[in-house]
């Protein structure tokens, strides 16, 4: 397995990337191969479990460009650990771009790949590139409103009442002083983080490479309300695989299923959690081949 790194702007920052090589030819046309473009969900980075599914997709004959939004992991940005959409929606913009030029990447057959919360940004951006060949989407947050009924259901008042104070606070502070507030991404029951239920604890931490930070801006929580990437599903013209955990208790399930209606999409579903699709976990070799079969079938020439 070959991986190197790159770098790329987006925005006139520096943005850090992992190129994955393919290891077949299976899918090479005249000394080109697909190319997948990936990114993390909320607060992630690219150390924190994305190698494996990359190492997956490359050994099935796919580049893979897997990077960190600004702000994050090895990506420069002056302002950290803030989730921006649509900064990060330009960063996968800025990546594919890169992703098309790299040396025996087939500019035709770019793939955009997504979980959680970027399972909905490659419905957002696939909708305005005409030229991506493919969407994989896992696990996707593709509705803010939903997600916040969702939230309610499994949080108690008191916990949901402090993390929006928390993300009132910090825009405050963001307005007065420019230096915003945080709170952990993710923390035991009962804590004041943006994922805070039973077990995601552990489960994210399993996750975190040596770049993660356990920290960000604590407005996440109010900006995420609004985000409805699913209004884009249907303007995406490419094939889509949506993968969707039925009893996910963080990206509501049925609103992906929604987003797939729309999309015309192929649909996955895996009886477990949010987290249990990750390398480790008992439906990661489910997802990954199906996300495999998927590309290969609609990449092959």
Not at 59 to 70: E, I, P, Q, S
Not at 149 to 163: D, F, I, Q, T
Not at 175 to 193: F, K, L, Q
């Amino acid at each position: 397995m070959t991986r190197r790194s790159v770098t790329f702007r987006s925005a006139g920052e520096t943005v850090h990337a992992w190129h994955f090589s393919p290891t077949i030819d299976v899918l090479t046309v005249d000394g080109r191969a697909p190319v997948v473009v990936m990114a993390h969900g909320l607060g992630g980075t690219k150390d924190s479990g994305l190698a494996p599914f990359a190492e997956r997709l490359a050994a099935a004959g796919m580049h893979v460009l897997a990077f960190d939004y600004r702000g994050f992991g090895e990506s420069g940005g002056r302002v950290r650990q803030r989730v921006d959409i649509d900064a990060q929606l330009d960063d996968y913009r800025a990546a594919l771009a890169t992703a098309r030029g790299l040396d025996g990447a087939d500019a035709s057959r770019v793939v955009l790949w997504g979980v959680s919360l970027s399972g909905g940004h490659v419905l957002t951006v696939a909708a305005g590139e005409p030229h991506v060949a493919a969407v994989v989407s896992l696990t996707p947050l593709v509705d803010g409103p939903a997600a916040g009924a969702l939230a309610a259901r499994h949080h108690p008042p008191s916990v949901l009442l402090r993390s929006t104070a928390a993300g009132l606070r910090s825009r405050l502070a963001t307005a007065r002083t420019g230096a915003a507030r945080t709170i952990p991404i993710v923390g035991p029951p009962g804590s004041t983080a943006a994922m805070s239920l039973d077990g995601y604890h552990e489960d994210y931490l399993s996750l975190a490479g040596p770049t993660w930070r356990n920290e960000i801006d604590a407005s996440v929580v109010l900006s995420l309300g609004a985000y409805r990437p699913a209004r884009h599903a249907g303007s995406v013209a490419c094939p889509v695989l949506v993968q969707i955990a039925d009893f996910d208790r963080s990206a509501p399930p049925h609103a992906a299923a929604r987003a797939a209606f729309r999309a015309r999409a192929e649909v996955r579903h895996y009886p477990c959690d949010h987290f249990d699709v990750w390398p480790g976990k008992d439906w990661f070799e489910p997802a990954a081949g199906h996300q495999i079969a998927f590309l290969t079938r609609h990449l092959a020439r």
